[in-house]
């Protein structure tokens, strides 16, 4: 079956980086692409990013643009996604999701399980 | 960007009755290009509807999607107990992708 999975939780220090991947499995990787979604604790769902597992291309939100990196591994079907110089409220669960591989004007299916990334000193 | 209005923002309802969730957008949302997703506690979110009023896989008949333009609807005909949840509606036409946000459907 198609499914993603995520690496585990993280915990970091303001100003330091994170990195968290996304493993595809039971679908040809580079026939799609990968968005990345946030979702801060109880609140709603804030779409980060997308890459294309085919050729690389990446769309980025605006207000993240200059700290986030998304890449894919082609080689092992994993997609990552890098944020920098994390604040506090950066504290969110992180999820990636299969998307369009031309564009992020796809709906997204399925999703990874998330992961936990807590900025705290 | 296109924002997402959902409304209303709980819902209290009783299994077995029928569930109307609304979403509104700021602009026309183009091609039809609006999904909607079901998210229970702790789980990631699950694709119920996407162009508007198509099914995803193994999503049961009693969800429907409905609308364009800028107002879309989706209906639960018979609420079943597993159907308590928040539901988020999103657009997809134009970048950035937005979310609204969300409806929480409890048990009255």
């Known amino acids: 079956q198609v499914q993603l999975v995520q690496s585990g939780a993280e915990v970091k220090k303001p100003g330091a980086s994170v990195k968290v991947s996304c493993k595809a499995s039971?679908?040809?990787?580079?026939?799609?692409?990968i968005s990345w979604v946030r979702q801060a604790p109880g609140q709603g769902l804030e779409w980060m990013g997308w890459?294309?597992?085919?050729?690389?291309?990446?769309n980025y939100a605006q207000k993240l643009q200059g700290r986030v990196t998304m890449t894919t591994d082609t080689s092992t079907s994993t997609a990552y996604m890098e944020l920098r110089s994390l604040r506090s409220d950066d504290t969110a669960v992180y999820y990636c999701?299969?998307?369009?591989?031309?564009?992020?004007?796809?709906?997204?299916?399925?999703w990874g399980q998330g992961t936990l990334v807590t900025v705290s000193s | 960007e296109i924002v997402l209005t959902q409304s209303p923002g709980t819902l209290s309802l009783s299994p077995g009755e029928r569930a109307t969730l609304s979403c509104r957008a700021s602009?026309?949302?183009?091609?039809?290009?609006l999904a909607w997703y079901q998210q229970k506690p702790g789980q990631a979110p699950r694709l119920l509807i996407y162009?508007?009023?198509s099914r995803a896989t193994g999503i049961p008949d009693r969800f429907s999607g409905s609308g364009s333009g800028t107002d879309f609807t989706l209906t639960i005909s018979r609420l079943e107990p597993e159907d308590f949840a928040v539901y988020y509606c999103?657009?997809?036409?134009?970048?950035?992708?937005?979310f609204g946000g969300g409806t929480k459907v409890e048990i009255k």
């Open positions: 039971g679908y040809t990787f580079t026939s799609y692409g």
């Open positions: 999701a299969r998307g369009g591989v031309l564009s992020g004007s796809y709906w997204f299916d399925p």
């Open positions: 602009q026309s949302v183009s091609s039809s290009y």
């Open positions: 162009g508007a009023s």
């Open positions: 890459i294309s597992a085919y050729n690389g291309n990446t």
């Open positions: 999103q657009q997809y036409g134009s970048s950035p992708n937005t």
